[in-house]
């Protein structure tokens, strides 16, 4: 049977991947630059230009792939990555250059969610009465509205991924100012914009220009009587806060993450945890007084007036056998989810102990030697995730029922499955937005090599 002729695209995808396996760096970077779509393009048997060069061990291919920003993730219909390819055909030199390129520029430790840092805290204004006073009352303020710790959002369905997107609601003074002189409104200063205006703004020019300082406004109000002082029609406060928390862009979340843990602090902690006493908000929003002179918090710095943040650690724990990790799952969690292991940090323990303790209590395995990968921020209401990888130096399973249903080891291939293919029913992983997801992530692009 004659083959069917091949469409112009699948014809440029079969030059490129052809030159990658070839060697041809010159052909590559010619067909990249003119379509760089083409970068992650796969063939037969899913074979990406990174695994063609992999195999054939041509290590400057792989170098232009990786400086142009190429995904070391995806796995071939034999679930193996470029890394696995490569150290099967022992290209170590491949191999190391595949597991050693900077995490960041490679994408395979992107930003976590909730920890961009979009404004500028400016700390060193939270005292400054008389400027947080002016910034204000500024008609180019920014405020955010919350009620009850949720903040009031509006719906957009324009992201390029198609998905639904949850936008902040921003005011100005005159639409909140009536709200921010209740006595019982909380008032958060979270900084000030770093986005720089354009050069022909005339306040730049006169040098009089100041970026916009954003507040959080938290209030008990009724929702409703909130939702009225909105302009657009589509603003709400979510009804399970917890999920939606995950659908702002990176740009917000950040901004959430810092404003919700403020406010949840202000709701659990309105009295003086250590006389009882009333107190007040001072610092932008970032302390509380007590209200008692007396009181041994005023003298000195005393921890309980600032919020609080909770360290929690979170450990992928990797079998002895570097092929398999433990995952477990809570009953809480969907159907067919497993999870890494988490626990909060104990008073008077470093981190690499409560790794240990945490993974032994729920699930019985021992762990030898532990390294920090990266932290995530988790506004539910105040956590601290740090990430990191642990290696088990026992692999019996024994779960503490009161903490984790089921914990199971996972090989690295239905892990790699799990993430490139997603829809399994038998192991269905956090999402994205989660350092959980992230941490596993990492390790099959890194092959764990601690
Ligand atoms: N972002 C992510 O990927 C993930 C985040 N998490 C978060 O990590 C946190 C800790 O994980 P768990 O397995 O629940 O911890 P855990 O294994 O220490 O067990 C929780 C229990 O610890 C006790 N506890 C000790 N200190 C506590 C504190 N400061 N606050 C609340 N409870 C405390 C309570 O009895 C609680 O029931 C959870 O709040 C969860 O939201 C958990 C997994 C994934
Ligand atoms: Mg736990
Ligand atoms: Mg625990
Ligand atoms: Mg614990
Ligand atoms: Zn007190």
Known sequence: MASLPLSAKEEIVE????????????QLRMLLTHTPSL????????????????????????????????????????????????????HSH????????????SGVLPELYFSRETLDRQSDKRTDKTWLEAQQSDPNTVYLLFSNVNPMVSRCEEDKSSEVLDKLC???????KDLIQKPKTKLIFLGVEKKKPPSSCSQVQEGSWEPPAWFAVGTDEDATELLKRCREDNCFFPESP?????????????????????????????????????????????????????CRSLKGVHNTCYPRVDPVVIMLVVHPDRNQCLLGRKKSFPVGMFSCLAGFIEPGEAIED????????????????????????????????????????????????NEIEEAQWFTRQQIAES??????PALMLPPSQTIAHQLIRYWICKNANL
């Open 94 to 105: 491949i191999s190391n250059l595949l597991a050693q390129t900077d995490d960041r520029c």
């Open 15 to 26: 030059r490129f991947l052809d030159a990658a396996a070839r060697g041809d760096l010159p």
């Open 39 to 90: 970068i992650n393009q796969t063939g037969y048997s899913g074979w990406t230009a990174l695994m063609l060069a992999a195999r054939n061990g041509h290590y400057n291919v792989v170098e232009a792939l990786l400086s142009h920003g190429c995904d070391k993730l995806p796995v071939n219909s034999s679930s193996q990555t470029a890394y696995d390819i490569a150290k099967f055909w022992g």
């Open 419 to 424: 993430l490139h293919r997603g829809a399994n």
């Open 242 to 294: 917890n999920r939606n928390l995950l659908k702002f862009s990176e740009e917000e979340a950040g901004i959430v993450a810092h404003a919700r843990s403020v406010l949840v602090w202000h709701d659990r902690y309105s009295f003086c945890p250590t006389c009882g006493s009333g107190t007040s908000l001072e610092e932008g929003g970032h302390k509380r007084r007590c209200l008692n002179s007396e």
């Open 354 to 401: 409560a790794v240990r303790r945490e993974v032994e209590e729920e699930s019985g395995v021992k762990v030898g030697l532990v390294r920090y990968i990266c932290s995530q921020p988790w506004p539910m209401p105040s956590n601290l995730m740090i990430g990191c990888l642990a290696i088990a130096t026992s692999t019996n399973i024994k779960v503490d029922q």
């Open 170 to 176: 921003r005011f100005r003074y005159d639409e909140v």
